[in-house]
């Protein structure tokens, strides 16, 4: 069964670090999500990616966040530099593409990210 | 406000026994998503049920939806100690009257439900 995969599962930086995660998407999805889970917290929205571009973003998806999809495989978050309380884990998801988002969210195993 | 709040926290019964959770939501939904999650490990979808719906099943796995009360229960039947995992609820809130949807996802803090052997 297709699944949403991430690299690395764990990464350990320093703060002021840029760090990159990657994801690959189920191949027949065209939507895109990353959310995190700080550790005992409820998971969170960051950004859905559609078409080339962010579709909608919450508040913590700062400056110091971006996305890209550099190929037809990878879809990727970036954290310029990183801080303290961006230590959480993290999930990209994909869904297929309906007429909307509108379908099921298959999430990845995450990445788990320790700020230092 | 809070959206996709569970009850209760936490659970704990035996092996053999039905497990309900509730969900409760603020905002209008274009359908509500349960997951499952091993401790410390990825979300995995059990089940998603559309505003329009009322009921659906799927193995040992029963939700309910009551859009005019804005809560959904998920109901495990004969529950097995592999059951043991946290259990969120999920909304895919609309954006607008004509049914846009956001297609983010608000998550609950979750059920925690260990089954014993």
């Known amino acids: 069964e297709p699944e949403v995969t991430q690299t690395p599962s764990h990464q350990v930086t320093q703060m002021g670090q840029e760090v990159i995660l990657r994801c690959v998407p189920i191949s027949n999805h065209l939507y895109f999500y990353w959310y995190r889970q700080i550790l005992g917290q409820k998971v969170e929205f960051l950004v859905s990616f559609y078409n080339n571009e962010i579709s909608e973003k919450s508040e913590i998806f700062d400056d110091q966040f971006s996305v890209e999809r550099p190929d037809g495989s990878n879809f990727t978050l970036k954290i310029r530099s990183t801080k303290l309380e961006d230590s959480a884990m993290y999930f990209c998801a994909s869904s297929e593409f309906t007429g909307g988002p509108r379908e099921t969210q298959y999430f990845g195993p995450g990445t788990r990210l320790l700020v230092l | 406000s809070q959206q996709g709040e569970e009850d209760p926290q936490a659970l704990s019964i035996q092996e053999g026994e039905n497990a309900t959770m509730n969900c409760s939501y603020k905002t209008s939904i274009n359908n509500l998503q349960w997951y499952r999650q091993n401790s410390g490990r990825g979300l995995v979808h059990l089940i998603l049920?559309?505003?329009?719906?009322r009921e659906k099943h799927s193995g040992r796995l029963r939700v309910t939806l009551d859009t005019s009360k804005k809560s959904s229960s998920l109901l495990i039947t004969a529950s097995r100690a592999a059951d043991t995992a946290s259990y969120f609820c999920?909304?895919?809130?609309?954006?607008?009257?004509?049914?846009?949807?956001?297609?983010?996802?608000?998550f609950g803090q979750g059920t925690i439900l260990t089954v014993h052997p």
């Open positions: 049920i559309r505003s329009n719906e």
């Open positions: 999920a909304t895919d809130g609309l954006r607008d009257a004509g049914g846009t949807s956001y297609g983010k996802l608000t």
